[in-house]
């Protein structure tokens, strides 16, 4: 039979089509499950109409619970152009809230990861990227309450080896807690003496990594296995700031530049702005540059945040401790001083980014 698998109109820059965050994996490994089984497949993103190509099946990705509208949007569209198809929605916001999708006009909802899908290699002949997306494990140990992880994959499992897998001289991990593999050491081993095409692989993990399970060895084996822009996880308050130290030092003893070394973030929740501004200065102390993310709830269903005009919790997920202001500064903030440590200035200026945008695009390019 016919299958159209449809990503929506998310709001992702074009540049970003086929970035590492947004790609739609789990449509790939459908598609590759359907062939096998003979269905005709077609991928498309936002909403299309083709008079040569009738599903019997439409499914719709979903991504981020506040993205639900797109969501809406291409139910809508497809129900309405083949009303004769049966229409899925699944993902992050179908799983999350099952029932709230359901109230889009589709037909079926689909809960969780596809098991049968997930043994599929994805179906890369669809989009135009130079990676591969690899799962060592589903799952987390952690049970974090601003994630929704361990509500979609509630149990932990993990691969013991991925050697067979890699057919790209890139991979990106998609792993919510790659360090929680017991194998990953020797994940990072296969990696260390991997090639593909006669050239070595290298790596990087889509999630920050839980530093409270890195060690002097893995920090070692993660630069030796050629694992690229390493975010350190600094979920809470300024106090775990020696632990966070720690953390740092074992990846720059291992041979990582500080300013390669990323602390991920989360603002616009429960440290304040203050404390989070503490957290950013002694981030600038350290050398090392933020991975930040705005907070919202895993029940938002909408975000209408624009950076350039003053807004109130009707247009976007403000938290009590925080103001449309501070949020928006805090932001500002952190992308100035990303450019002064990146690029090695003593403060910041519009002038100095231009200079460092420049020196970007003069850099020869490493086969």
């Known amino acids: 039979m016919k299958i159209l698998l ?7 820059p ?14 790939l490994k459908l598609a590759s499950y359907h062939r096998k089984k003979g269905d005709k497949v077609k991928l498309v993103r936002g909403n299309r109409y083709f008079p040569d190509f009738y599903p019997k099946q439409i499914k719709i ?33 179908a799983s999350l809230m099952p029932e709230h999708c359901r109230k889009s006009g589709c037909d079926d909802v ?13 179906a890369y002949n ?30 932990f499992k993990s691969k013991k080896s991925i050697k067979k897998e890699i057919k790209s001289n890139r991979i990106i991990f998609y792993d919510n807690n790659l360090l929680a593999n017991p194998y990953i050491k020797d994940i990072l081993e296969e990696l260390k003496n991997s090639k593909h095409n006669g050239r070595v692989v290298y790596s990087e993990s889509q999630c920050g990594i839980d530093g409270r399970l890195l060690t002097p060895e893995v920090a070692k084996l993660l630069k030796q296995a050629r694992f690229l822009n390493p975010r350190i996880a600094w979920d809470h308050g300024y106090g775990q700031r020696k632990m966070i130290k720690k953390q740092i030092d074992m990846l720059v003893e291992a041979g990582y530049p500080a300013k ?17 501004l503490k957290k950013l200065k002694q981030c600038k102390k350290w050398g090392v540059q933020i991975a930040d993310c705005r907070y919202r709830p895993l029940n938002q269903t909408f975000d209408k945040y624009n950076g350039r005009v003053k807004q109130t919790s009707e247009d976007y997920y403000i938290h009590p401790s925080w103001t449309d202001k501070r949020v928006k500064l805090f932001r500002k903030k952190v992308r100035q001083q990303n450019i002064t440590i990146r690029h090695g200035f003593d403060f910041y200026s519009r002038e100095l980014e231009r200079l460092g945008a420049r020196r970007k695009r003069e850099m020869p390019v490493l086969a």
């Open 6 to 12: 449809v990503e929506p109109n998310f709001p992702i």
């Open 14 to 27: 074009p540049k970003s089509k086929n970035h590492r965050d947004f790609l739609p994996i789990g449509l």
């Open 61 to 93: 990705t979903s991504l981020f619970t506040y993205w639900a509208d797109y969501v809406w949007e291409s139910v809508k569209f497809y129900k309405e152009n083949y009303p004769k198809a049966k229409v899925i929605v699944g993902g992050i916001y």
């Open 110 to 122: 689909f809960v969780g990861v596809d098991e049968a899908a997930e043994k599929c290699e994805p």
């Open 126 to 155: 669809l989009v135009d990227v130079d990676y591969q997306i690899v799962h060592t494990s589903r799952g987390c140990t952690r049970r974090c309450k601003f994630c929704g992880t361990w509500k979609i994959e509630p149990e």
């Open 260 to 276: 390669d070394i990323y602390v991920f973030m989360i603002y616009n929740y429960e440290p304040d702005y203050y404390e989070m």
